[in-house]
């Protein structure tokens, strides 16, 4: 599975960006994807997942701001963010999980900065 992320960008306070993630290959084996960031010195964490059986579930600092959607059609997730506050400025990472055994792939982070 690849997975390719776009989408970031410079915004300022309150403003919105959407991120993409489309994925390739062996997509017949996802079974979820998602997506996580990470900031300077912090640990990577995860921001929104999308199973594909059950609902998306969010980090509590996100919530009612971010959405996360997919379009089968496309192999795309999308991460719509809105009212951006300078503490999401990190790298966003696509991530997708399934195979047999079972395991996760990273996409190439893209950088959010929320800056005035």
């Known amino acids: 599975v690849q997975l390719q992320a776009s989408g970031g960008g410079l915004v300022q306070p309150g403003g919105s960006l959407r991120l993409s993630c489309s994925a390739s290959g062996s997509i017949f084996s996802i079974n979820s994807m998602g997506w996580y960031r990470q900031a300077p010195g912090k640990r990577r964490e995860l921001v929104a997942g999308?199973?594909?059986?059950?609902?998306?579930n969010y980090a509590d600092s996100v919530k009612g701001r971010f959405t996360i959607s997919r379009d089968n059609a496309k192999n795309t997730v999308y991460l719509q963010m809105n009212s951006l506050k300078p503490e999401d400025t990190a790298v966003y990472y696509c991530?997708?999980?399934?195979?047999?055994?079972?395991?996760?792939?990273w996409g190439q982070g893209t950088q959010v900065t929320v800056s005035s």
């Open positions: 999308i199973p594909w059986s059950g609902s998306p």
């Open positions: 991530r997708a999980d399934g195979g047999s055994p079972p395991r996760g792939y």
